[in-house]
């Protein structure tokens, strides 16, 4: 249910109208990979493990909609990593190559470094182990990191919205410091992972920290990537008059230091990335309000609780938890997220420009993941 702001709290998420699993339907498919119904295949399967998080973004998990009033789920709501395994199984299967392991804060899922272990052990259809990440704000990878490198984890992105201490800390609003997040980051590359670094950029709060950023991190190999404040969820308050256009991160980078722009990683990659001349690194900007990129997305997120969500800004989900439980067989799970990739029509940033876009609700960033 909604509170009187429009919110849907993180232990309401459940009762939200799930889609039904369809029965039947077209599976479309090109050069035998599922397709959506713009042709798009699925590359990246972002899975949340935890509605847990200590921190208290505003932009994500306010202290208004985590207050006691709202409790959290509960550890047999949550899918375990078995069922977890189970479906990533079957997406690799069908041309998933990258996880991204989200929440809430991942690390604070016990045995997080197992489920990272078991998800490298899987091929891809070229034979490679999957690429597998963790995105977190860094308050306890530093004490993580041994079994995280054991697991055989080498990427980890990490949420950095301010160099200045008492700018990231009323962004954090639990008044965690940055300088333990620096000191984590660095750890993670003395241990010899490759480290991005995501900053959300609100005008007025924290746009005079992208140069700061990119000063810290140039030369070091850690790639920072500024994302334009989104209207992810209900809770943050969100006005287009508080978004930085990313052509004005990349102006305001220009203004110090000379950059050029290079060529995407993969169709589909949401940063657009660009590089010093003088060879000391490269940044990102992650324009989905200003510069949709809906037409080349390639992902599907799965809620902590195992709904399948085909958008970021999406409100329902297809609820696979009940199929796992339920008895179903690895095919009819094959099939029915077959059929549900296929008749995808998402493009929200898309209609968002357009004005087009319905007002409802949407779910939480804390409730799906970034």
């Known amino acids: 249910m909604k509170n009187d702001s429009g919110i849907i709290p993180i232990s309401d998420a459940t009762h939200v109208r799930s889609l039904p699993v369809p029965q039947s339907g ?3 498919t090109t050069d035998g990979f599922w397709t959506d119904a713009l042709g798009r295949p699925l590359r990246d399967l972002r899975i949340s493990v935890t509605d847990h998080c200590n921190f208290r973004c505003r932009y994500c998990m306010p202290k208004e909609i985590s207050t006691s009033r709202y409790s959290f789920l509960p550890q047999t709501e949550l899918l375990s990593f078995e069922e977890i395994m189970r479906l990533a199984r079957i997406a690799v299967r069908h041309g998933v190559k990258k996880f991204r392991l989200t929440g809430g804060e991942p690390l604070l899922r016990k045995g997080i470094e197992r489920l990272v272990a078991d998800l490298l052990s899987l091929k891809a259809v070229d034979g490679e182990a999957p690429d597998v ?14 079994a995280l490198k054991e697991a055989g984890l080498k990427r980890v992105t990490v949420s950095l919205d301010a160099m200045d201490e008492a700018i990231f800390q009323s962004f954090n609003d639990v008044g965690f410091p940055a300088a ?24 007025g709060v924290n746009e005079d920290e992208i140069l700061k950023i990119c000063e810290r991190f140039r030369g070091t190999g850690v ?47 949401t940063a657009t990335r660009w590089r010093y001349v003088d060879g000391s690194g490269e940044f990102g900007c992650i324009s989905s309000v200003t510069r949709a990129f809906c037409r080349d997305c390639s992902r599907a997120r799965i809620s902590m609780e195992g709904r399948l969500y085909l958008c970021l800004f999406a409100t329902e989900g297809y609820d696979l938890r009940t199929l796992l439980r339920g008895g179903a067989t690895d095919f009819e799970i094959e099939e029915a997220l077959g059929r549900i990739w296929s008749a995808r029509e998402n493009r929200y940033s898309e209609l968002r420009a357009l004005g087009l876009t319905p007002d409802r609700p949407k779910i939480e960033m804390s409730y799906i993941g970034g």
Request: aromatic content about 6%; proline content about 7%; hydrophobic content about 40%.
């Open 26 to 28: 077209p599976i479309r």
């Open 133 to 146: 990440a963790v995105t977190t704000n860094a308050s306890i990878l530093k004490k993580k990191l041994p």
């Open 180 to 203: 333990k997040v620096l000191e984590a980051i660095d750890a993670a590359l003395e241990a010899g992972l490759k480290v991005k670094v995501n900053t959300v950029v609100k005008r």
């Open 223 to 269: 790639i920072p990537r500024f994302i334009e404040y989104m209207d992810v969820g209900s809770s943050n308050g969100w006005r287009m008059t508080d978004v930085v256009p990313s052509a004005e991160v990349v102006e305001r980078i220009r203004s110090r230091y000379e950059v050029e722009p290079i060529n995407p990683n993969y169709i589909g990659e």
